[in-house]
């Protein structure tokens, strides 16, 4: 079992930068991939990053691309996200989620920090 409890949310201006971390529970943090989504506003849950149990890969869907930079540190159970640049659409609630390395499903989803991004 695995909890993730995510901070770093708020308000900020076109532009600006914002870091959210998602902490997780348990001693076998480094076997799970994990993943940040976001939710906007009347539209689907949409992938935003990921990063593989060991850090050594990332992946970013296009439009976060040479802005977002997802990272972990599993001595202490944290996976990150910086967030630079951001743009209104970046707007919505991030969610952190893991699954198991060579899984397809997310099993574990953190409660989400809303992102605001004002024009």
């Known amino acids: 079992q695995v909890q993730l409890v995510e901070f770093g949310g708020g308000l900020v201006q076109a532009g600006d930068s914002l870091r959210l971390s998602c902490a997780a529970s348990?001693?076998?943090?480094?076997?799970?991939?994990m993943g940040w989504f976001r939710q906007a506003p009347g539209k689907e849950r949409e992938f935003v990053a990921r990063?593989?149990?060991?850090?050594?890969?990332?992946y970013y869907r296009d439009s976060v691309k040479g802005r977002f930079t997802i990272s972990r540190d599993n001595a202490k159970n944290t996976v990150y996200l910086q967030m630079n640049s951001l743009k209104p659409e970046d707007t919505g609630v991030y969610y952190c989620?893991?699954?198991?390395?060579?899984?397809?499903?997310?099993?574990?989803w953190g409660q989400g920090t809303q992102v605001t991004v004002s024009s």
């Open positions: 348990g001693r076998t943090f480094s076997r799970y991939t």
């Open positions: 990063i593989t149990g060991s850090g050594g890969s990332q």
């Open positions: 989620a893991a699954r198991i390395s060579g899984s397809d499903d997310y099993n574990y």
